[in-house]
T-cell receptor, first 114, second 111 residues
């Protein structure tokens, strides 16, 4: 089955810890994205990558970091510099960035700071 | 920055009724998409309408686009309880590489 997976489904972080959220796709998509969603809100773009070994900051990149060493993988690290990280994190991929292609979303990771 | 804004924020209807959601945006676009999100899940793509199209259908979904008013509407006909979800519009700006999502309309269909 082709698709996009995220792990873990739930993640708990202590103050001052860095945590990494996994995102993997086997759709052979070039572009990948990370979004943050707060309760009752829309999606805000954290980072996006149009191609391997390249990524761009989105609207709320502060306190987050990413890497894109493989086409299939786009992990997101939430660093201790992110002051309010409790949220629902969604990863997505598309054939190419923006333009005319739909995005395919993973099931999300819910991060809670203890 | 938030490009699309959905209206209403929430909508409650009876099963069998039609549901209409609206989206307004600010800048010129390549295309506009509608997505659906069930509670606590990822988004699912519903339909894409290009800037040179005015109307598009997919099953019980009908989407219109008015680029002169910078607005779009999503109509779900003969709604079902299973249509209960949040619906988001998303736009791709001309010359841009990002898709920008609105805050969504929460639809509740009562059986």
């Amino acid at each position: 089955d082709g698709g996009i997976t995220q792990s873990p489904k739930y993640l708990f972080r202590k103050e001052g810890q860095n945590v990494t959220l996994s995102c993997e796709q086997n759709l052979n998509h070039d572009a990948m994205y990370w979004y943050r969603q707060d309760p009752g809100q829309g999606l805000r773009l954290i980072y996006y990558s149009q191609i391997v070994n390249d990524f761009q900051k989105g609207d709320i990149a502060e306190g987050y970091s990413v890497s894109r060493e493989k086409k299939e993988s786009f992990p997101l690290t939430v660093t201790s510099a992110q002051k309010n990280p409790t949220a629902f994190y969604l990863c997505a991929s598309s054939k190419t960035s923006g333009r005319t292609y739909e995005q395919f979303f993973g099931p999300g990771t819910r991060l809670t700071v203890l | 920055s938030q490009q699309g804004e959905e209206d209403p924020q929430a909508l409650s209807i009876q099963e069998g009724e039609n549901a209409t959601m609206n989206c307004s945006y600010k800048t010129s676009i390549n295309n506009l998409q509608w997505y659906r999100q069930n509670s606590g899940r990822g988004l699912v793509h519903l339909i894409l309408i290009r800037s040179n199209e005015r109307e598009k259908h997919s099953g019980r979904l009908r989407v219109t686009l008015d680029t002169s008013k910078k607005s779009s509407s999503l109509l779900i006909t003969a709604s079902r309880a299973a249509d209960t979800a949040s619906y988001f519009c998303a736009t791709d700006e001309l010359g841009g590489f990002k898709t920008i999502f609105g805050a969504g309309t929460r639809l509740f269909v009562k059986a």
